[in-house]
């Protein structure tokens, strides 16, 4: 099972004149069908002289889905194929996330035939990915824990050996820690907790 996703690092717009037409991309980070919607209400709504809000979004892992994968791209009224689609590839030949693009056309006058639609989608959507770069994101569970002081240094140990985090501390009588570990990571870090502390290690 897979506990990350690249996405983009940065919202980002671009934009770029072919033939007298105008081609604005834009990039956005986005976890659900809800955003997406309200992202191209948006700019429907504040680009309302445009002739075209074509767009393309891909939708992976989530911090609730772990096998999650829905896509969708419009031509949004221009020839079939010739600008969801060429959006969609860059998205996809990125192994990208989570993200949505959206290229407006205002139309300029001189009709650019199918393919020079689909250079001009898929190169100015690939700009605008290039231009919002990308991070990997891990998903974590966060646990609380309690155990003895004396269990703490094995502990940490075999916290850094995941690559866990710890969150908060208390120490009183025992001690409580809130850590965040790498969701494929639980598992085996949760039975070496029971182990090191003897079985007297509680999770909370």
């Known amino acids: 099972m897979r506990d990350w996703y690249d996405t983009i690092a940065r919202e980002s717009e671009i934009e770029t004149k072919i033939k007298g037409s105008i081609f604005r991309a834009r990039a956005f980070e986005v976890g659900d069908k809800d955003a997406i919607e309200g992202i191209l209400a948006r700019l ?5 002289d445009a002739t075209h809000h074509c767009f393309a979004y891909q939708l992976g892992l989530s911090e609730r889905e772990l096998t999650r ?3 969708r791209y419009s031509d949004d009224g221009e020839p079939s194929g010739s600008a969801g689609k060429p959006i969609y590839n860059q998205i996809t030949g990125k192994s990208l996330e989570n993200v949505l693009v959206v290229v407006t056309r205002y139309f300029g006058g001189t009709k ?6 689909v250079r001009a989608y898929g190169d100015s959507a690939s700009q605008a990915l290039e231009i919002s770069g990308n991070r990997r994101i891990f998903l974590c569970d966060e646990i609380k824990l309690c155990f003895g ?9 075999a916290l850094s050996k995941v690559d866990g985090t710890i969150l908060e501390k208390e120490f009183s009588a025992e001690i409580t820690l ?4 790498r969701k494929t990571m639980t598992e085996r870090f949760l039975a070496e907790f029971q182990n090191l502390t003897s079985g007297k290690g509680r999770v909370l």
């Open 44 to 48: 429907r709504k504040a680009e309302r």
């Open 69 to 71: 994968n829905e896509f």
């Open 112 to 117: 650019l035939g199918v393919g020079g639609l």
């Open 149 to 157: 002081h004396s269990d703490f240094n094995r502990f940490e140990k």
């Open 178 to 181: 809130t850590i965040k570990v």
